[in-house]
């Protein structure tokens, strides 16, 4: 089972910071690493797709980058609607896997 | 239009069993890659099971293979997670997703979801 880390735990950060996520695998997934947005509540929300694609309505203000073991979720500048859970996932095999989440909260 | 409407959470004592239903609108179960995932109150996200769109092959989560079961029925566009022999640990919030082809098993879009306690 490759087993995803998240890092940081919690991101305190104020709007209009900059927020910089990581994710690593435990062995290389490639590029078939999601990220999710979850706020409280709410479903998941996916966010980037194979490592570095926005998916559709997302704002470009998120970016994802990284192959193999090591990727980066990047916000640019926070709003307040972003203060939630990330969570990476990987598709590259079973069983699918999920990391622990970072939550990025206010200031 | 809401794509993903799940149904069927509620209590369950230990060792019982419960059928989740995620009824789709507005595109079609068998050309689309489906999940269920999970969330213990307070915790992450658990992969339960998937569904592939082609041949419809079938996956699971160790913690939970030979007790649950995905199927989908087509004729009435649903995707059910039959659920057998519960423990306390099954409590969650079930999601059904889904994923066209080419993301399979990564999802785009999700349910609201269903709670499912199991409690004696």
Same mark, same amino acid.
């Given at each position: 089972?490759?087993?995803?880390?998240? *890092?940081?735990?919690?991101?305190?950060?104020?709007?209009?910071?900059?927020?910089?996520? *990581? &994710?690593?695998? %435990?062995? *290389?997934? %490639? %590029?078939?690493?999601?990220?999710?947005?979850?706020?409280?509540?709410?479903?998941?929300?996916?966010?980037?797709?194979?490592?570095?694609?926005?998916? =559709?309505?997302?704002?470009?203000?998120?970016?994802?980058?990284?192959?193999?073991?090591?990727?980066?979720? =990047?916000?640019?500048?926070?709003?307040?609607?972003?203060?939630?859970?990330?969570? &990476?996932?990987?598709?590259? %095999?079973?069983?699918?896997?999920?990391?622990?989440? =970072?939550?990025?909260?206010?200031? | 239009?809401?794509?993903?409407?799940?149904? +069927?959470?509620?209590?369950?004592? $230990?060792? +019982?069993?419960?059928?989740?239903?995620?009824?789709?609108? +507005?595109?079609?179960?068998?050309?689309?890659?489906?999940?269920?995932?999970?969330?213990? $109150?307070?915790?992450?996200?658990?992969?339960?099971?998937?569904?592939? $769109?082609?041949?419809?092959?079938? !996956? !699971?989560?160790?913690?939970?293979?030979?007790?649950?079961?995905?199927?989908?029925?087509?004729?009435?566009?649903?995707? !059910?997670?039959?659920?057998?022999?519960?423990?306390?640990?099954?409590?969650?919030? !079930?999601?059904?997703?889904?994923?066209?082809?080419?993301?399979? $098993?990564?999802?785009?879009?999700?349910?609201?979801?269903?709670?499912?306690?199991?409690?004696?």
């Amino acid at each position: 089972e490759i087993v995803l880390t998240q *890092s940081p735990a919690t991101l305190s950060l104020s709007p209009g910071e900059r927020a910089t996520l *990581s &994710c690593r695998a %435990s062995q *290389s997934v %490639s %590029s078939y690493l999601a990220w999710y947005q979850q706020k409280p509540g709410q479903a998941p929300r996916l966010l980037i797709y194979d490592a570095s694609n926005r998916a =559709t309505g997302i704002p470009a203000r998120f970016s994802g980058s990284g192959s193999g073991t090591d990727f980066i979720l =990047t916000i640019s500048s926070l709003e307040p609607e972003d203060f939630a859970i990330y969570y &990476c996932q990987q598709r590259h %095999s079973w069983p699918l896997t999920f990391g622990q989440g =970072t939550k990025v909260e206010i200031k | 239009e809401v794509p993903l409407l799940e149904s +069927g959470g509620g209590l369950v004592r $230990p060792g +019982g069993s419960l059928r989740l239903s995620c009824a789709a609108s +507005g595109f079609t179960l068998d050309k689309h890659g489906l999940t269920w995932v999970r969330q213990a $109150p307070g915790k992450g996200l658990e992969w339960v099971s998937s569904m592939s $769109p082609i041949g419809a092959t079938t !996956y !699971y989560a160790d913690s939970v293979k030979g007790r649950f079961t995905i199927s989908r029925d087509v004729s009435k566009n649903t995707l !059910y997670l039959q659920m057998n022999s519960l423990r306390a640990e099954d409590t969650a919030v !079930y999601f059904c997703a889904k994923s066209p082809e080419w993301l399979f $098993p990564s999802v785009d879009s999700w349910g609201q979801g269903t709670l499912v306690t199991v409690s004696s």
